[in-house]
């Protein structure tokens, strides 16, 4: 079990879901001159660029939308992932694909493999079922 990387939450992001993922692709440091604070500018890989002097409340809150990415280890995150997954027709695959991955032992349950399949996270606080959708949508492009 392993935690995603930023490329596969970009691919959850932007490929499953159909939303933007936000990245700070530079930073800039400008001296203020004649008395003025220090000013920071960062560039989003949303194209925003935000300038500002760090501390304040309205830098804070730019700046910190863009950094509200999914983690992908929520209840709404999983649901919204599965949704998109039925809605364009892969679940039943995604299922079957699944049911390969599940560790089951010979005292296992059907109920058993659908626990095991909706939880967000496993024991550990890692991400479960987008983890199993991002294996199963990189196993597809071999």
Not at 19 to 30: M, N, T
Not at 54 to 75: A, I, K, L, Q
Request: with cysteine.
């Amino acid at each position: 079990m392993y935690e995603l990387t930023n490329d596969q939450k970009r691919m959850l992001t932007e490929k499953v879901l159909g939303e933007k993922r936000h990245e700070f692709q530079s930073e800039k440091y400008l001296k203020g001159y004649g008395g003025q604070p220090d000013l920071y500018q960062f560039r989003c890989s949303c194209g925003v660029v935000f300038r500002g002097y760090p501390g304040t409340s309205m830098y804070e809150r730019e700046v910190g939308e863009h950094r509200n990415n999914r983690t992908f280890t929520t209840w709404q995150d999983l649901g919204d992932v599965m949704s998109k997954m039925i809605e364009t027709r892969k679940w039943k695959e995604f299922w079957l694909f699944s049911y390969t991955e599940w560790p089951q032992t010979q005292e296992s349950f059907a109920s058993d493999f659908v626990l095991w399949l909706f939880r967000p996270v496993n024991e550990k606080g890692k991400p479960h079922f987008c983890r199993l959708v991002v294996k199963f949508i990189e196993e597809r492009r071999k």
